[in-house]
């Protein structure tokens, strides 16, 4: 089994900063894609930013020049770097990565994986 476990979320004044991590754990052969995305209640899930498995990243206009995503491709781990925080980036955030699986037995297979989400809050 496969799970990205996140942590680094929590409460902070506007102009602020956060630095969010995502750890894959389990039968990962590969991580590809990693991703973040965000839902603030009343809102559809939204990306904020992507990383591809070279490094190229993407950005939501909204966080661009504040967030910042990089990864560490042997520790399997992400982060996002969150900087001049706005009341209106408050949202759960959630990882997303696309990852190779070990089947047991031999093999592998590709799958789509969340982790849990955690809680940023930015207050005015």
């Known amino acids: 089994q496969v799970q990205l476990v996140e942590s680094g979320g929590g409460l902070v004044q506007a102009g602020g900063s956060l630095r969010l991590s995502c750890a894959a754990s389990g039968t990962v052969f590969i991580v590809n894609a990693m991703a973040w995305y965000r839902q603030a209640p009343g809102k559809q899930r939204e990306l904020v930013a992507s990383i591809t498995a070279d490094g190229r990243t993407n950005y939501a206009d909204s966080v661009k020049g504040r967030f910042t995503i990089s990864r560490d491709n042997a520790k399997k781990v992400q982060y996002l770097q969150m900087n001049s925080l706005k009341p209106e980036d408050t949202a759960l955030y959630y990882c997303?990565?696309?990852?190779?699986?070990?089947?047991?037995?031999?093999?592998?297979?590709?799958?789509?994986?969340w982790g849990q989400g955690t809680q940023v809050t930015v207050s005015s």
């Open positions: 997303n990565a696309q990852i190779r699986v070990l089947r047991i037995g031999g093999g592998f297979y590709d799958g789509n994986y």
